[in-house]
């Protein structure tokens, strides 16, 4: 009974093992450039999560960009709760990696290019992002704009 | 006229009226970057909103005498297209310093694109932007909706006997109040009415599609900017297909469609003069145009199989038709996906809509609906004079807020603007082609620029040459403010440099 389970597990783990094989890596310029190419097919998709999780009942669309375009990401709401960071000014958001099902013009949502995901893993944490002030701006700024308000106090008073 | 010292500091005045305006209002930005604690974006407003002010104010001392002198209306001309000109170099200051752009050039293409609420972008890493140049970035095709001088008017140049001079400089024809000043503020009076409940709307929508409190406000805010200015800018990378909802393309739509509606009949419907948006020449011209071009345009969507059912290609080709037709530039799909998937019938029916364009003095660009249904009623009108006999004496009118009889003058007028459309986009379309672009993307690309749309076939980006940055700016600029006013500035200009030399 033992070897006949372990023969199914064995057999199933192999199956996702060539399952997961058969997904490839892919960019957002190869996705857009060769959409037809790569229509519902399975694909492995890596990029940052920018803007807003947005949750849709139990699922949620994030955005993933990989610096050359954003690919909108169609995955169930639980999933997102892996993501601590979405890009945006302050942040650097989490890098995942996703394998989903790529769709050109997805029946389900109104022909929209997009990736249902099977799965989501981060692969990098975001973090948010440090800036140092820059006062020798801060500087210019302030002369500048004491010039700028005596020009105006000026005309203020000549009434020009 | 031109080198008159006199003449030169009558358009100084009023342009440094202008540029002062230009640097008040980059107060917005600087607060909004303040409440987000983007430290170095408030510096970045801080110096430009003084360097602004600075060179506004130096243009209104310097020639402050001319205040109470005549403007003529080549000088209203020259007005607003230098301020245009000018406006875009002191605004491009605070995206370059941002360090959102990879050259000054690259910035001030987007300040003419925003001021001519055209929509094509070449910000980089959009998605990381601050707050405070997005404000910016909005407020500025807001700003060039409604007009600059129209602001300078409602705010800074009272009781001026020229105004009305600088008003048409800027395209705008329609008064709708007997003073240019009162128009004026009835045009920023509607626009601002729209900007409080359509941003209402779309925060609402987008708490809903599951965006936190504060950035469904914003992006409410600025996606109104940008839908009501008929402008195309949008806060992500993805434009409106970031948001994934049908409820924000079916709202974005209808705001852009009723912002490409002229302001004259904006206020007659206010004025609860609501026949007018059945009767209207322009309205029935655009309804046919649209319902024509998307038929054709969805046609050649299910032809090439490129959705695959009827609502996609209907929900896709409908909303970026009309996105076209009222030169709004809202996209719902990568740019490169027109090139690649749509084929040429539906790009055909998109490169038509987009030069065809919205309504005359809206925040609209393209020939306009007024034009082309005065140019159809004119079409007809010499048909009927062919078949009917030379004893019948036949008097065509058309409507527009009122009956107006339809004249020789009507139709020259219309004809020799369209012309020149077609002459720009010709321009933009050669400069594409000889850059070694194919030549439909080239003339998509053209067509855009000419007609201030904003969807892109993937040519407007960074890498492009400058050449083509430079070429497209000048088609945004001339087509915005309808041509005459840059050519008065370009005659003053060639005029100016011949009289110095000749001494």
């Not at chain 2, 020229?162 to 395209?171: L, N, W």
């Not at chain 2, 599609?209 to 993805?238: E, K, N």
Request: aromatic share 14%; proline share 2%.
């Amino acid at each position: 009974m033992v070897a006949i389970k372990t023969f199914f597990i064995t057999i199933f783990t192999g199956i996702l093992i060539a399952s997961s094989g058969s997904a490839m890596q892919v960019t957002s310029t190869e996705l857009v450039d060769n959409a037809k190419e790569y229509d519902k097919k399975e694909v492995i998709y890596s990029g940052e999560v920018i803007g807003d999780i947005m949750k849709r009942d139990e699922y949620a669309w994030i955005n993933v960009s990989d610096g050359d375009n954003a690919i909108g990401i169609w995955l169930p709401y639980e999933e997102t709760k892996k993501i601590e960071f979405t890009g945006q000014y302050r942040y650097k958001g989490d890098i995942v990696k996703i394998i989903g099902i790529f769709n050109r013009a997805c029946p389900e949502h109104g022909g929209d290019l997009d990736i249902h995901a099977k799965s989501i893993e981060v692969i990098e944490n975001g973090y948010e992002i440090k800036r140092n002030i820059n006062f020798y701006g801060l500087l210019i700024g302030i002369i500048l704009f004491i010039v700028a308000m005596t020009l105006t106090l000026i005309i203020y008073r000549k009434k020009l | 006229m031109p080198g008159n010292a006199d003449e030169i500091k009558i358009i100084g005045y009023y342009i440094g009226k202008v540029i002062n305006i230009l640097g008040i209002i980059q107060t917005i930005p600087l607060i909004t970057s303040l409440i987000y604690r983007e430290w170095n974006i408030s510096i970045v407003f801080l110096i430009s909103m003084s360097i602004t002010l600075l060179v506004g104010s130096l243009l209104i001392i310097s020639c402050g005498f001319a205040k109470r002198k005549k403007i003529g209306w080549s000088h209203g001309m020259i007005i607003a297209s230098f301020s245009w000109f000018l406006g875009m170099i002191l605004c491009a200051v605070p995206y370059y310093l941002s360090g959102s752009y990879g050259s000054f050039l690259d910035s001030c293409f987007d300040v003419m694109s925003g001021f001519t609420t055209t929509g094509l972008v070449l910000i980089q890493d959009l998605d990381h932007v601050s707050n405070g140049v997005n404000m910016w970035r909005h407020m500025l095709t807001y700003l060039g909706g409604q007009g600059m001088i129209v602001l300078a008017l409602t705010f800074l140049v009272k009781g001026t006997s020229g105004s009305y001079r600088m008003y048409v400089g800027e395209a705008k024809d329609e008064q709708l109040l007997p003073n240019v000043v009162s128009t004026s503020k009835a045009i920023w009076y509607i626009s601002g009415s729209y900007l409080v409940v359509g941003t209402i709307v779309l925060w609402i929508t987008g708490f809903f599609i599951g965006m936190p409190v504060d950035r469904s406000f914003l992006h409410a805010l600025w996606v109104f900017m940008a839908a009501w200015s008929t402008g195309g800018f949008a806060p992500q990378t993805q434009n409106i297909l970031y948001y994934h909802s049908l409820s924000y393309e079916v709202i974005t739509m209808i705001l852009f469609i009723i912002g490409s509606f002229n302001f004259a009949l904006h206020y007659a419907v206010w004025n609860k003069n609501r026949r007018e948006i059945t009767r209207n020449i322009e309205i029935q011209s655009m309804s046919i145009t649209a319902t024509a071009l998307t038929i054709v345009a969805i046609a050649g969507l299910i032809k090439f199989n490129v959705y695959p059912n009827f609502i996609a290609s209907f929900r896709k080709g409908f909303y970026l038709l009309i996105s076209g037709h009222t030169t709004t530039g809202f996209m719902t799909i990568y740019a490169k996906q027109f090139f690649n998937e749509w084929g040429n019938v539906a790009l055909f029916a998109v490169i038509i809509a987009m030069l065809i364009g919205g309504s005359a003095c809206s925040t609209a660009g393209g020939f306009k609906g007024l034009r082309m249904g005065i140019i159809f009623k004119g079409f007809f009108r010499e048909i009927k004079r062919i078949i009917l006999p030379d004893s019948i004496i036949q008097i065509d009118k058309f409507h527009h807020i009122g009956d107006i009889v339809l004249e020789d003058r009507h139709l020259r007028s219309a004809m020799l603007i369209v012309l020149a459309y077609i002459a720009t986009f010709m321009i933009g379309t050669f400069g594409g082609i000889s850059f070694g672009y194919p030549l439909t993307s080239a003339a998509f690309e053209a067509a855009s620029a000419t007609g201030n749309v904003g969807l892109s076939i993937g040519i407007t980006q960074p890498q492009m040459p400058n050449t083509l940055k430079i070429i497209y700016i000048f088609i945004m600029w001339a087509a915005r403010l309808e041509f005459m006013s840059v050519l008065a500035l370009v005659t003053y200009l060639f005029f100016g440099m011949r009289k110095k030399w000749s001494r």
